[in-house]
């Protein structure tokens, strides 16, 4: 029953799902102090948040992370101490696409010096790390249908390549499209793969992007709200029809937005298990599979607060 309640208040917290795996956020608790402790990974920072009183460490996990246990360093009141979290594995389906604009799946050598200076200021703005306390729960920036969900392993005209690495949500062409969460604009370009793009640093390593846009209508180094629109879906890019494809970095690591979306909201329920879509599945089996979630995650904030003491 401790276990149960536990989870339950974790539930109700403003925090992302906490799911241990490729591609997932660990949600860890640091306890309450006047300071921020001071968290990071592999001596990169990580976002650190209050939530009702509690300090919390939000670790994105790569998806090329393998399983086992995961070090972090933790600074808090003049002292250091590590604490491992521990990555579970999580297999992806396969999703065939077919392409055709074939050299967007076979670029010639001019496009590849160009996707490679595209790559470059791509990771720079995921190293990012600024002051502000990011929110962290977020809404979906477009209203339309999940079409393909994150970390799926894709072929485009039967040749495998990069992993899927955020979701897509199937729209009309000029759809709008708005800021998740609040934060500062930081990059704004046509890409090669992913066409018109909008970054926004919502603080501490929490950026998200959205992609293959008709047009962007926000500049770089413009303050955005929750709700402001920043571009229409289009179909710009590597594409097989208009969607945004709506990417989530945390601490330089691609992550699952599905795990900070709200789940009150009116858009499609976020499906952060797998299974079938919200939509055609019973409202008691949806309501179950939540409930595991909040109890995995009850769970997992105790072990760590046993394993601390």
């Known amino acids: 029953m401790a276990a149960f309640l536990m989870a339950w208040t974790a539930a109700a917290l403003a925090l992302p799902l906490d799911q241990r795996v490729p591609g997932g956020v660990a949600v860890v608790e640091l306890g309450a102090a006047p300071v921020a402790p001071q968290v990071s990974l592999e001596g990169r920072p990580l976002a650190v948040v209050r939530e009702s009183g509690r300090w919390y460490a939000l670790v994105g996990i790569a998806l090329e992370t393998p399983p086992g246990p995961l070090p972090l360093e ?25 392409i055709a604009d074939a050299n967007r799946v076979n670029p010639t050598p001019e496009d590849l010096v160009r996707i490679d200076q595209e790559r470059d200021l791509t990771e720079a703005i995921k190293l990012r790390f600024s002051p502000t306390m990011p929110a962290t729960t977020l809404t979906l920036p477009a209203t339309g249908r999940l079409s393909s969900r994150f970390g799926l392993r894709r072929y485009f005209n039967g040749e495998l390549r ?33 066409g018109n793009t909008v970054f926004i640093d919502h603080g501490q390593g929490l950026i998200t992007a959205a992609m293959h846009l008709s047009r962007t209508d926000v500049s770089e180094g413009k303050a955005v709200r929750q709700g402001d629109p920043i571009g229409r879906v289009g179909a710009t890019g590597r594409v097989t029809g208009p969607h945004l494809h709506w990417g989530l970095v945390l601490n330089h690591a691609w992550v699952d937005p599905e795990l900070f979306v709200q ?15 919200p939509k055609t599945v019973d409202p008691m089996q949806l309501q179950g599979r939540q409930l595991q979630s909040v109890v995995a995650c009850g769970l997992a904030l105790r072990k760590e607060k046993e394993r601390t003491l």
């Open 74 to 98: 933790i600074r808090a009141g003049g002292s250091t101490r590590e604490l491992a979290i521990v990555v579970a594995p999580k297999t992806f389906p396969a999703q065939h696409l077919r």
């Open 162 to 194: 990069n992993p899927h690495s955020g979701l897509d949500v199937a729209a009309p062409t000029g759809t709008r499209v708005s800021a998740p969460a609040d934060g500062i604009v930081v990059g704004v370009r046509d890409y090669f793969f992913n």
């Open 263 to 277: 789940r009150s909201e009116g858009h499609d329920a976020p499906n952060v298990d797998g299974g079938p879509d």
